[in-house]
């Protein structure tokens, strides 16, 4: 499974990327809105897990929508230490509060891989 972590803190970043890898997922990672946003026409992914506050123009939320455009069913993990708006639920999506154990974000992408549309 292909996992894209948008994540502006880069020592965030580094420890969940690392735990996802040790955990057998195969990882890309953006930085900031725009980034991710590019993958979208790129590379698949299976799993979104993005932080909402993010600098620049596009936070999370616009992120999670505009994958959904092209892939619906995509699921997506959010985190937030702090987001100026209330979280709204989604479909297929979880909500995790920072800070977190990058192993909680590992937890989280196999609680939604072992839903029956990957099986």
Request: proline fraction near 9%; charge should be negative.
């Amino acid at each position: 499974m292909r996992v894209l972590l948008v994540e502006d803190d880069p020592l965030i970043r580094e420890f969940v990327v690392e735990a996802l890898q040790e955990a057998g997922f195969d990882v890309i990672h953006a930085s900031n809105g725009c980034e991710a946003l590019a993958w979208q026409d790129r590379q698949a992914v299976d799993v979104l897990v993005t932080d909402i506050k993010l600098p620049g123009p596009i936070d999370g939320w616009q992120i999670a929508e505009g994958f959904r455009l092209h892939n619906p069913l995509l699921p997506v993990i959010y985190a937030t230490g702090f987001s100026p708006v209330a979280p709204r639920p989604v479909a297929g999506s979880v909500l995790l509060q920072k800070p977190f154990h990058p192993e909680e974000v590992v937890r989280a992408v196999k609680h939604l891989a072992d839903r029956p549309l990957f099986r």
